[in-house]
């Protein structure tokens, strides 16, 4: 059986750091005061991310979390984002892939919430 491959979730102002493997971010929004020269990235996957509504919603609010994750679980589903999840898992099946995002509170990220699925 081959060997799982790590997930990571780390916030996009983290260095790199070893064993990062694939480094993609999966935030809709750029991250704020950063420019492209300054997140160290291999890929942007913003297709993945929740909608815009429902990010707005969510507002990172820890009671709203279980919530956010039902319903990000079924945005998931649709065919753009589908898709963005299977090439994630692609990528994760060559080596060690690392989920950026900007929010600070990592633990009720859409980030997560993408790392625990893809680890299923």
């Known amino acids: 059986m081959p060997k799982k491959s790590t997930i990571l979730v780390r916030r996009v102002y983290e260095d790199r750091a070893p064993g990062d493997g694939t480094r993609v971010l999966v935030d809709r929004l750029w991250p704020r005061g950063m420019t492209k020269a300054d997140v160290d990235f291999d890929e942007w996957c913003k297709e993945v991310a929740p909608s815009t509504e429902l990010r707005k919603w969510s507002a990172h609010d820890p009671k709203r979390f279980e919530e956010f994750e039902r319903r990000y679980k079924t945005e998931l589903a649709e065919p753009v ?5 299977d090439h994630l898992h692609d990528l994760l099946r060559q080596q060690p892939l690392t989920l950026l995002t900007a929010t600070k509170h990592l633990e009720i990220s859409a980030a ?5 699925l893809l680890g299923d």
Do not use: G
């Not at 984002?81 to 999840?85: D, S």
């Not at 997560?112 to 625990?116: D, H, V, Y």
């Open 81 to 85: 984002r589908a898709k963005t999840f």
């Open 112 to 116: 997560s919430i993408l790392a625990a």
